[in-house]
Structure formats: C-alpha cells, structure tokens
C-alpha cells in the first residue's frame, strides 16, 4: 500500500524563497500535527505524539517538503494518520476563510499557526500550500488572511452565562492555573482559569468527562474560547453531545453536529 503523503510547500520567486518561512512552515506544521495527533487519539498533550514524520523528498527548487508518517504505538493504525492528515489540512482551511476556529487544534496550536503565517504576503514568501495525498487529495492555500482571520476568531465577541461539557483533558500551573475541556459539540478545546484552592479538585477530575458552567466567552461564529468564574462538575459515564440524537434523528443530515453549525453559520 502506497503510504499517504503530506506536502508542504512555500510559494516565492526562484531562488528567492525565503528559508526563514519554509523552516517555520516544518517546524511549526510538525507541532501542530503533533497536537492533533493527540487529539485524535485522546492522549494528554504532554504525551509523546502518536505519529512520526519523516522527509521522503525535498524539491529544492520550488521550496517543497514531502513528508509521511509511521505510527509510534502499535495501538495506533492507518486510520488516524489518515485522520491526522485530513485533520490539518481542513483546520488550515478553516482559518483561511475564517470559518472557524478548526477542531483539533488547541491554543498552542493556534499559536504555531499564527508564526506560520506571520512571513506570507511578501515577496519570498507569497503564499503556503499543504496538500494530503492518500489516493483522494486534500489540498489548501494559506494567504496572508489567514493571520488576520485568526485574530479575528479567537476574539472573544459574546460574553453570557452558558456551560461546556466534555473531557477535562490538560491542566497547567504556568503562569496562571488553568485547565482545559475538549468541547464535545465544536470538538475543540475551551480554556478555564482556576483557583488555587480548586487544585485538588481539577486534579481528581483529569481524564473525566465534565460540566463546566460559569461566564461563557464566544468568538462571531458563536464558538466558546474560554470560561470565566468557572464551577466544575464532573459528570457520570455517558454519550458526548455529538452523539446524542434528539426527536429529529435525521435533521443534521450527514454532518457531524459542529460541521453542521458552521454551515448553518455560513448561511446565515
């Protein structure tokens, strides 16, 4: 079986592409896919990343990578690479048209994708493209926009009293205390600071799945960013929201319930 192919590749003059983008777009590209792969597979996002990539071939002319990659677990099949590929491509399309603030991709991710882009629209550096190729392609051009349009996304425009619900999946004691929930119905983290006698509390709730309520901040397309004066409460087993099918089993059609309110939003 021919192994899937990512292709990463800055747009400049001949000659006169810029190494300072095309060694961001490696780098930067290599954290955000390890990020995803842990998404993908639910893993902490300290753990070791379930996928490693490596360079087949370098087109030195045109500036352009051809990475693949093999499993680090051997519980980890073709199945997530495949997800994992799709996964990044769609999320660098979310942010060019600014759809969306993508699944998958956490604040650290976020954040690599924004020193991506930071080089595009100059002369050695026009424009990125990233193409998956697994018999089907997938393929993306990422502009100068993109960086604007991150800005844009992860504003928060909506402040009002709400909750999220979904797995609390990473902690963190830099700087101010925080914790993360993986949101079950945009699938995608939402952040919460905490305080420091909650430690406890969040600790004991790692790994478990959660009702975080409290002052909801929401970027334009309605997305939750982060919690404010959040009250965790951990919840019994049972299914994630995207999976909870009301009086209407076939109103979302074939969409998954997040892909479904991005159209909705679109056509409004």
């Given amino acids: 079986m021919t192994p899937a192919i990512l292709q990463i590749k800055i747009e400049g003059p001949p000659d006169r592409i810029s190494a300072e983008a095309l060694a961001r777009a490696l780098t930067e590209s290599l954290a955000i896919l390890a990020n995803i792969g842990r998404a993908v597979t639910h893993t902490p996002s300290r753990s070791k990343p379930p996928l490693e990539w490596f360079v087949t071939r370098l087109a030195t002319a045109s500036a352009t990578a051809y990475?693949?990659?093999?499993?680090?677990?051997?519980?980890?099949?073709?199945?997530?690479?495949?997800?994992?590929?799709?996964?990044?491509?769609?999320?660098?399309?979310?942010?060019?048209?600014?759809?969306?603030?993508?699944?998958?991709?956490?604040?650290?991710?976020?954040?690599?994708?924004?020193r991506l882009t930071k080089p595009l629209?100059?002369?050695?550096?026009?424009?990125?493209?990233?193409?998956?190729?697994?018999?089907?392609?997938?393929?993306?051009?990422?502009?100068?926009?993109?960086?604007?349009?991150?800005?844009?996304?992860?504003?928060?425009?909506?402040?009002?009293?709400?909750?999220?619900?979904?797995?609390?999946?990473s902690l963190s004691l830099r700087g101010s205390n925080k914790f993360q929930v993986y949101d079950d119905v945009w699938e995608r983290p939402v952040?919460?600071?905490?305080?420091?006698?909650?430690?406890?509390?969040?600790?004991?709730?790692?790994?478990?799945?959660?009702?975080?309520?409290?002052?909801?901040?929401?970027?334009?397309?309605?997305?939750?960013?982060?919690?404010?004066?959040?009250?965790?409460?951990?919840?019994?087993?049972?299914?994630?929201?995207?999976?909870?099918?009301?009086?209407?089993?076939?109103?979302l059609g074939s969409l998954p319930l997040c892909e479904y309110m991005k159209y909705a939003g679109q056509q409004a």
């Fill in 67 to 114: 990475l693949i990659a093999e499993p680090t677990r051997h519980d980890v099949d073709q199945d997530v690479v495949h997800s994992v590929g799709n996964g990044y491509i769609d999320g660098l399309r979310d942010v060019e048209t600014a759809v969306a603030l993508p699944r998958f991709l956490t604040d650290a991710s976020l954040d690599r994708l924004n």
């Fill in 121 to 169: 629209g100059t002369l050695g550096a026009q424009y990125f493209e990233a193409t998956w190729m697994n018999g089907a392609t997938n393929d993306v051009r990422v502009t100068s926009n993109a960086q604007r349009n991150l800005t844009e996304l992860r504003s928060a425009r909506l402040r009002s009293l709400g909750s999220v619900t979904g797995i609390l999946d």
């Fill in 191 to 251: 952040s919460a600071e905490f305080k420091v006698e909650e430690l406890q509390r969040v600790k004991d709730a790692l790994g478990e799945r959660v009702n975080v309520t409290g002052i909801v901040l929401r970027n334009s397309k309605g997305q939750p960013i982060r919690v404010e004066n959040p009250r965790l409460e951990v919840l019994p087993p049972g299914p994630p929201l995207t999976s909870i099918v009301g009086i209407a089993p076939d109103f």
